[in-house]
């Protein structure tokens, strides 16, 4: 998982950022990235793709990369940030602004497949990535982690969809909650699912309001 780091590190690069976002797929909620850049000393064991650890183990890594990296930033744009320019330039966006964030300016960046605009130094898009890059598998834990704790919160203002349990993706327990309960505030429009529930809802409004 280190060997792109090492390769730089040896080459002379200190402060590279590895950057990944989590939540492309969702319904509901917004995109988050993160980007990292670990401590050539401190290396951390147990580090791989978000999508393979547990919920307990991201956590405690999470745990430990925030206190053992030289830097870390999140960004987090909003569903209707999303529903405007859609999710690839969402996702974009928001790596973009974690990387600018970090409080050591990065000498090298390492990304999960995006290429990014705008950055002086070196940048390098790594097909699956977060499988390969110490640094992007910690941005991706970081991404993951922050992502889950805000689903978390809007299950609570949100009572009903179970984004608690789902995070926002399109499960069939999700899909019911939103043909019984309509479409939320949190849900991105621009989505199929919930675009075509969306419109079967007024629809069925505007039908209701006929027979009246």
Known sequence: MYRYETELWAQGYRHISGCDEAGRGPLAGPVVAAAVILDPIRLIEGIDDSKKLSPSTRERLAKLIKETALSYSVAVVSEKRIDQINILEASK??????????????????????????????????????????????????????RDEIMVKMDVEYPGYGFAIHKGYPTKAHLEAIDRLGVSAIHRLSYKPVKTRMNQQLSFELGSEEDD
């Open 93 to 146: 966006e928001a790596m973009s602004i974690a990387i600018r964030n970090l409080s050591i300016k990065p000498d090298y960046i390492l990304t999960d497949a995006l290429s990014l605009k705008g950055f002086a130094v070196c940048l390098l898009p790594i097909i699956k990535g977060d499988q390969q890059s110490a640094s992007i598998a910690a941005a991706s834990i970081i991404a993951k982690t922050t």
